[in-house]
């Protein structure tokens, strides 16, 4: 039988899981690796994976046996809380990813508010700061950090344990473990009141399970689905790319200035700068939603294909207004319209081969130089026509 840990500190308010582990061993003052392995009983390599995603439910019962803490405030500590809220099949939409090498955080998973740490008694780690679309704090109205100032590493609380051979106390960790750099003095920005209003407003869709979208009241997961679908197409260097300029346009600013690494960025990819200013532009959106919605949209002639991408089912709140308004590229002309056009064709003494009636009817068709015989070209010649001996040649008529 395990014994109760004579010092239990418990979870803070919106405390994130591995903040808090650490934040008990070193009361205890127990370096990390020994303790969670010796005195918390853990099996798992839980700081070789990214222990914030989930930890099975056997080592949260020997967690709750050790800290007297009841299994579901642990399991809330964790980022597979906002299971049924945020996250995708793959657990991985709207979580933003450390890109851990065994337990080295290689990518700014972690975001903080320097205010927040340093007016926190006990400086802490918030689980709200692990979500992509939270990149202000509300609280103090600063954009987030999500790298050292100094030295551009991520913030990894717990790698200051490992790379240190002395125990530390519980406020060394808001000092870069690369650097030593004080998290707490780094200069803020402040945010837009867009960020703020949408990061409020997604928020206590988290606590309240549903959000409003223009007339609409949604469940939380298929608003948060839907509005993912929105910040991919803004952050995109693909075809939405128009739609990201037209937001702009409306908004009255210059368009995004940041050109991205890949032409299908993932939203959760981006620094916090960034999805700082999409979240931005999702909050023009949202404000007169579906309006401003459309209005981008057909500017930057999207079509319902587009927008679903390969395999996504948009929820029904989005793919309404996708449905009617943006769906023009797709229509399909009836039989009447065919035979109406057939009839015209035939009267003008004009081609009423399927090639033509498709091109007629403005849908996708062969043109004419590519359908033609190479050796009687009409328009553009082949680019092999200039090659060919002229006695080969058969020159149009
Ligand atoms: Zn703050
Ligand atoms: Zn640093």
Redesign the pocket.
Known sequence: MRQLLLIRPKPLADELFSSWIVRLAWANGQKLHPFTHKILGLTSRIWNKDPDRGVPADQIELIATVTGISTEVIQETTLSSYAKVVLDGNGRQWILPIGHRARYWMRPGLQICPVCLASDAVPYFRKRWRLAFVTCCVEHRVVLID???????PISPHTGDYKSKILRDEFSWV???????DFRQINTFPATNGAINTAKYLINGLVDQWIQIGERSVHSRLGFDGLHVLCRMLCSNTRSRRFAICVSDGMGELSFPSEFMTRKQSFEELEVTERHRIITMLNWLLAEWPTRFLWAGRRARLSKAYIRGADSDLPYWLSIEVEWELDGGYYVPNEDERQALLVYLERLGLSTAENNLRRWLGQSYVSGHKTSDPLAPRGKKWPGYAKMKSRDRIEPL
């Open positions: 790298r050292c100032k100094q030295c551009n590493q000092l870069c473990y690369h650097c030593g750099a």
